[in-house]
């Protein structure tokens, strides 16, 4: 019904900069939420960061200042910006949008998640 394709990942070295990016597809109506997650070995999924439809962000405090999600509500996309990037954001990092599909309509939201892309930050 709605795939969500991450690309951008890839080998950094500390201090670098990558851009992750998502884009979704399908029978979607709208998107209410674009997060931003990420798994690193032996942890748990965390969240790294969210942007709603009206633009509004917030960030998990080991990424202020560091990273900024967009988003493009009109083609479904939404980019991760990592600057300033350290060995300890090395992670699978995944794409989750809450989706109203076209042939549900609006107030039916359903959670869809990306395959992940690897990035790895090391010297």
């Known amino acids: 019904q709605v795939q969500l394709v991450e690309s951008g990942g890839g080998l950094v070295q500390p201090g670098g900069s990558l851009r992750l990016s998502c884009a979704a597809s399908?029978?979607?109506?709208?998107?209410?939420?674009m997060d931003w997650y990420r798994q690193a070995p032996g942890k748990q999924r965390e969240l790294v960061g969210a942007?709603?439809?009206?633009?509004?962000?917030n960030y998990a405090d080991s990424v202020k200042g560091r990273f900024t999600i967009s988003r493009d509500n009109a083609n479904y996309t939404s980019s991760l910006q990592m600057n300033s990037l350290k060995p300890e954001d090395t992670a699978v990092y995944y794409c989750?949008?809450?989706?109203?599909?076209?042939?549900?309509?609006?107030?039916?939201?359903?959670?869809?998640w990306g395959q992940g892309t690897q990035v790895t930050v090391s010297s």
């Open positions: 989750r949008a809450d989706v109203a599909l076209g042939t549900r309509g609006p107030g039916y939201w359903f959670t869809y």
């Open positions: 399908g029978d979607i109506f709208s998107i209410r939420v």
């Open positions: 942007v709603t439809a009206g633009g509004t962000s």
